[in-house]
């Protein structure tokens, strides 16, 4: 047992003094690995913390979108609801005026109505009286229905009329056309200016109408009495002057 265990020691001694040198360096091997690890190690944990601090950046931005979306959301769900209201309210609206343009409408139909019958009476009974009657007759009318859709014709028809007594009156008074050449040179108004009222005060009333000459130079007029000239029908009376003086009469076609 003895020899055995001395062979062992000898044995041990004689090998591990000759593996001295390679196991050194196995442990600078290692070593040096060792450093290598804990640099990729320190720089790996830097990029990580990089990527986990932009992937928590990232996260905030995304719930922060989230949020600005859910409010636009909510925004425009309001907005929405706003215009919905909106377009009920016009649409009853609308119904509203349609039913009252209706009720209009068949308002109008009545009011057009209202005096019809009445006016197409009168103006068969006043063909067959004379213009004041059928004035009368008229203004009666229109104080009965001073609203109606054909007073406008009762007023026509009352101008008509009280036109065509003027027109009567203007012929009591008219003269063949050389009897009124001979007054008017009787009061010398071809030879002489006179003022407007003096040929005015000849005829007996004031011209239905008056109008400017083409001269620019002198003062010419143009004086119009209707149906004041008799022969063989009435016509027009037309006395022309230049300057107040009168230099021709005649008479309409």
Not at 3 to 19: D, M, P
Not at 22 to 33: A, D, G, I, K, W
Not at 130 to 138: F, G, M, P, R
Request: with cysteine; aromatic share 8%.
């Amino acid at each position: 047992m003895k020899k055995f265990t001395l062979f062992f020691i000898l044995i041990f001694s004689f090998f591990g003094c000759g593996e001295e040198t390679p196991v050194q360096s196995s442990e600078r091997t290692f070593s040096t690995s060792q450093k290598i690890d804990s640099i990729e190690l320190s720089e790996h944990n830097r990029l990580m913390a990089e990527q986990n601090s932009l992937l928590v950046e990232l996260e905030k931005k995304f719930e922060q979108l989230v949020t600005e979306s859910d409010l636009r959301a909510a925004e425009d769900a309001k907005i929405i609801n706003e215009l919905e209201a909106q377009i009920l309210t016009l649409n009853n609206s609308l119904d509203k005026y349609i039913s009252e343009i209706s009720e209009s409408r068949n308002s109008l139909k009545e009011i057009k109505k209202i005096g019809s019958k009445e006016y197409q009476i009168i103006y068969e009974r006043s063909k067959n009286l004379d213009h004041e009657q059928a004035i009368l007759l008229y203004e009666e009318f229109l104080n009965e229905f001073p609203n109606s859709p054909v007073s406008s014709r009762a007023r026509s028809r009352i101008k008509f009329h009280q036109t065509e007594i003027k027109i009567l009156d203007n012929r009591k008074s008219s003269r063949p056309l050389n009897l009124w050449e001979a007054k008017v040179k009787g009061e010398g108004m071809f030879a002489r200016a006179v003022k407007e009222e003096e040929i005015f005060q000849l005829v007996g009333r004031r011209p239905d109408s008056t109008k400017r000459g083409s001269s620019s130079e002198y003062r010419q007029r143009i004086y119009v009495w209707r149906d004041s000239v008799i022969d063989g029908g009435y016509h027009d009376l037309i006395i022309e002057t230049t300057d107040g003086k009168v230099d021709r009469i005649s008479r309409s076609e």
